[in-house]
């Protein structure tokens, strides 16, 4: 895997949250749990400042107290009231643009070498 999928991951979360059925906290939480989740870190993000920031979302999203069945990210997805849910979800539109900006230098570096 490779910075490649990570983007590939917020691509698909970015539908999900433009399209997804369900309040934004709705939309959020599968974005994450169907997506976001799946990146690890280390491996898919090769910049150490993007690295943290995803970090601390990821951190953000999984530290929910679950009820009953629910999962972490569901959890914190729920605890958030709306203004707070719009903003992780225009985080991760904006991050998913800093993520594509770095695998377009990237791949211009590897093109000039």
């Known amino acids: 895997m490779s910075l490649s999928y990570a983007v590939e991951k917020f691509m698909a979360a970015r539908h999900t ?3 997804g059925p369900g309040k934004v906290q709705s939309r959020l939480r599968d974005a994450w749990v169907y997506s976001l989740i799946n990146i690890q870190a280390e491996r898919d993000i090769p910049d150490p400042n993007l690295l943290q920031e995803f970090q601390e979302h990821h951190e953000r999203m999984t530290s929910g ?3 009953d069945n629910e999962g972490t990210i569901a959890a914190s997805a729920r605890n958030l009231n ?3 849910a719009m903003q992780e979800a225009r985080w991760i539109l904006d991050f998913l643009y800093k993520l594509e900006d770095l695998e377009e230098k990237m791949a211009e ?3 000039a070498n």
Do not use: F
């Open 109 to 111: 570096q590897r093109h």
């Open 65 to 67: 107290i679950p009820l």
């Open 82 to 84: 709306d203004d707070a």
């Open 17 to 19: 949250l433009a399209i």
